[in-house]
Each structure stands twice: as C-alpha cells, then as structure tokens.
C-alpha cells in the first residue's frame, strides 16, 4: 500500500455541530502574521561585516542580505547579477510576434453556413415524398 493512500484512511470528516478539531475563535489576538515577523526579523539592526568595503558597519539584515548578493555577483556568479538585475529593472519581456508564412499576414479563412428549419409536419418537404402513414408493431 503506498503512503498516500494510508493517509487518505486517515482522513474523517467533520462531525455536525460541536467537533472538538475546529477552532471556531479563530487565531488569538495579538499572534502577528508571517510576513510581519518576517519584516521586524529583516529590520533588525546589526553590526556586521561589509564584504564590500571589509569593514564593520552597522546595517539592517535587508540590507546584509543586499550587500552578499552584490558581493556574490562581484565574485562573478551570474545567477546573483541576474537576480539583482531583475529586482532593479524588472524581469525581461519578451516579445511575441505573431505572423503567416514568410514573415506575411496571417491568412484567414471564413465559412458561411446557411440553415433552413424543417417544414412542419403537415407541409411536404421540397427533397422527399409526402410522408406515408406509419404502421402498428407486431405484439408479441
């Protein structure tokens, strides 16, 4: 049996009403969310080496974290100069140009379909003969 398939035997529906697995409060109040721990962590100031200039400088961890990657593009990683380019200029667009054979216009074909309704039943049509009177099926 494979993995996944144990853990789908796992899985039980919620019960109606009361179920003890829910959290009907919600996150308690006050617990800040990721990206807001995530930035008091990034605006954190430290002492730290500046690999640029090799002296100790006092900086926020974003701006540590800046001054690696420029130091890592310097040291000619092209992965860290394109990610810095990116993050400056905007990642490359590419163009898309569409066009027919041999650089031309693109060629466009329509159809035209015509419908003509059906005739009621009691009007005969113009292709067949009038309609002729259905028999009974055979019992049994």
Do not use: C, Y
């Not at 409060?25 to 807001?36: D, E, L, M, V």
């Not at 002492?47 to 006092?58: D, Q, R, S, Y």
């Not at 990610?83 to 163009?95: F, I, N, S």
């Amino acid at each position: 049996m494979k993995e996944g398939d144990k853990r789908l035997k796992n899985l039980k529906p919620f019960k109606e009403g009361h179920d003890e697995r829910r959290n009907l409060k919600g996150r308690t109040p006050g617990i800040p969310n990721t990206a807001t721990r995530l930035q008091r962590f990034l605006d954190a100031i430290r002492i730290a080496e500046n690999p640029l200039t090799g002296k100790p400088e006092k900086m926020t961890v974003a701006e540590e974290m800046d001054l690696m990657q420029v130091a890592k593009a310097l040291k000619g990683d092209t992965v860290a100069w394109d990610k810095l380019l990116d993050r400056l200029e905007g990642k490359a667009t590419q163009k898309n140009e569409h066009s027919g054979p041999d650089g031309g216009d693109i060629p466009i074909a329509q159809t035209v379909i015509q419908i003509k309704f059906r005739p009621k039943s009691d009007q005969p049509t113009e292709s067949s003969d009038p309609q002729k009177p259905k028999g009974r099926r055979k019992a049994g």
